[in-house]
């Protein structure tokens, strides 16, 4: 099992169309896969037509009186479910905090899954927090979407910066890629080009900004089900084929 956080400290980065999406070609390729969305937003929770309610929320979670199998719901695709989000979500932060091994807790409560599935993606809320570092210790990889402007590529100095005051953290795979592209944009080729310099596992495919992402929300679905032959789906598969590429490398 691996187990893939798609994060961001800034929101509004295509965090969450990214988990769906490349979660969506995984489960496509017979792996079977889990999203489990933990923002409270609950944006991937919409996109695949789940309620977003956990009974006893988080609070049930963490404290072991509800495990994780028992709340997963399946989706309208093949092999692909989904752990929904609940509006408890948004105090995940001072639960973790009252329990044993806080920062360990998350991975505790994925480990039982490990027989039932190949790829569990984490849809994580935009912070850096106690949950944050719960993702950072549960999973193999860290994904970072960003768009390819100054403020929001700052967030990948501050990201790394944090995993670099944390021991355990530093070995940590992270892999930053960039989303909502504008090639017509000077100020988006410029940082692409010095940014790609300077992150050596930065990833080489760059998801266009495009209409047809942004109507996920109106099909409540994955982009590749709906417009499997779009420029920004093709761009999403390649992106899958880069991951698993690092991933086996790594």
Not at 104 to 125: G, M
Request: hydrophobic fraction near 45%; charged fraction near 25%.
């Amino acid at each position: 099992m691996k187990v893939i956080g798609v994060y961001n400290i800034k929101g509004g980065v295509g965090k969450t169309a990214t988990a769906v999406n490349i979660a969506y070609l995984a489960a496509e390729e017979g792996n079977r896969t889990l999203v489990w969305d933990l923002d409270p937003q609950a944006a991937a929770t919409y996109y695949f037509r789940v309620r977003p309610k956990v009974k006893g929320g988080g609070k049930a979670l963490v404290r072991d009186k509800r495990a994780l199998d028992t709340v997963v719901k399946g989706t309208d695709f093949e092999n692909l479910d989904l752990l929904p989000a609940d509006f408890s979500f948004r105090n995940l932060d001072l639960v973790l905090e009252d329990a044993k091994q806080s920062t360990k807790r998350l991975s505790r409560l994925l480990k039982p899954l490990a027989e039932d599935y190949d790829y569990i993606f984490l849809d994580c809320p935009p912070s850096i927090s106690l949950v944050s570092e719960n993702i950072f210790r549960a999973a193999d990889a860290i994904l970072v979407p960003m768009i390819p402007t100054t403020l929001s590529a700052r967030t990948l100095d501050q990201l790394l910066a944090f995993l670099g005051e944390h021991g355990q953290l530093r070995a940590l795979r992270v892999l930053p890629l960039f989303t909502m592209v504008d090639r017509r944009k000077r100020l988006h080729l410029d940082i692409i080009e010095r940014l790609a310099g300077d992150y050596p596992d930065l990833l080489a495919t760059r998801i266009p900004d495009a209409s047809d992402v942004e109507r996920m929300g109106i099909h409540r679905q994955p982009l590749p089900a709906y417009a499997p032959s779009s420029a920004a789906a093709r761009a999403y598969r390649a992106l899958w084929d880069e991951i698993k590429t690092k991933l086996l490398a790594g």
